[in-house]
């Protein structure tokens, strides 16, 4: 990936995104695994590979992701931007596996699905549910 999240996690995030282990009930479009200090992300519905994430420990006290990638095979996934997928990689991390409201972070993906779309009215619930299938936080 080309654009990756500037966060920096703590190490209690961390900790809880590596034993976040699969999520994809609930209503959520995605499932994880962590092994070592590789994230997955899967869609829970067809079990494809869609993100990976290799995290790194910062000089400050946290995690970063160092390195990514996302699936470049069509007929499983097609990316509509490098900005999307970064959006996308975070969002999933902070509102699914952390639980966290990320409300930025929706506003955000709610403003890039308009643009991308064409559909200047999209309410964020729709574009929040097409990216995570869950309802808003």
């Given at each position: 990936m080309p654009v990756l999240p500037r966060r920096i996690w703590s190490g209690a995030e961390w900790e809880r995104i590596r034993s976040a282990g699969s999520r994809?009930?609930?209503?959520?479009?995605?499932?994880?695994?962590?092994?070592?200090d590789t994230l997955s992300l899967h869609r829970s519905g067809t079990g494809y590979g869609i993100y990976e994430a290799v995290f790194r420990p910062t000089?400050?006290?946290?995690w970063r992701i160092s390195r990514a990638v996302?699936?470049?095979h069509a007929p499983r996934?097609?990316?509509p931007s490098a900005e999307y997928d970064c959006l996308v990689l975070e969002l999933v991390i902070s509102?699914?596996?952390l639980d966290e409201p990320a409300r930025e972070l929706?506003?955000?993906?709610?403003?890039?699905?308009r643009s991308?779309?064409?559909?200047?009215?999209?309410?964020s619930e729709v574009a929040e549910h097409s990216v995570l299938g869950v309802p808003s936080a």
């Open positions: 994809g009930g609930g209503g959520s479009k995605w499932a994880a695994d962590c092994r070592d000089e400050a006290v946290g996302v699936e470049g996934y097609a990316s509102a699914v596996l929706r506003s955000s993906m709610t403003r890039l699905m991308l779309s064409g559909v200047i009215d999209m309410t």
